[in-house]
């Protein structure tokens, strides 16, 4: 597909997209938390909107950071949990993603697990 989520490190829920392609790549400001249960993915808790969509040029990186999460789930329970990122591609880096859903829109994720913290 030629896209490439870098998780950061140093950084709680910071990471990295990298577009490969040479389209303009949007991540929109939709951001959706899910949990694992059983083997089966469920939307988790109300979820915000992030005000902003970011525009990734072609062969271009941006930094994405959902610090969002520690406001709006301080204390998450052990578990395996995605963040869900809606993304399109566009031919001109001023066109923008409509309300509707669209044929070309499509989604990634960003996993992550959540452990319990020995009070030892």
């Known amino acids: ?3 490439e989520l870098v998780p950061n490190r140093n950084e ?3 990471y990295y997209i990298v577009n490969h392609t040479d389209q303009y790549l949007e991540c929109s ?3 959706k ?7 089966e993915w469920y939307e988790f808790g109300g979820n915000p909107w992030i005000l902003s969509s970011e525009m990734i040029g072609p062969d271009g990186t941006q930094q994405m950071e959902d610090a969002w999460l520690q406001q709006y789930y301080p204390e998450l329970d052990e578990g395996e949990y995605r963040i869900l990122l809606h993304m399109c591609f566009h031919e001109a880096p001023d066109e923008w993603m409509t309300n509707e859903p669209d044929e070309n829109d499509f989604y990634i994720a960003y996993e992550f697990f959540v452990e319990s913290k020995n009070s030892d």
Do not use: A, H, Q, V
């Open 29 to 31: 400001y939709w951001r």
């Open 33 to 39: 938390l899910e949990i694992c249960n059983d083997g």
């Open 1 to 3: 597909m030629g896209i």
């Open 12 to 14: 709680f829920m910071s």
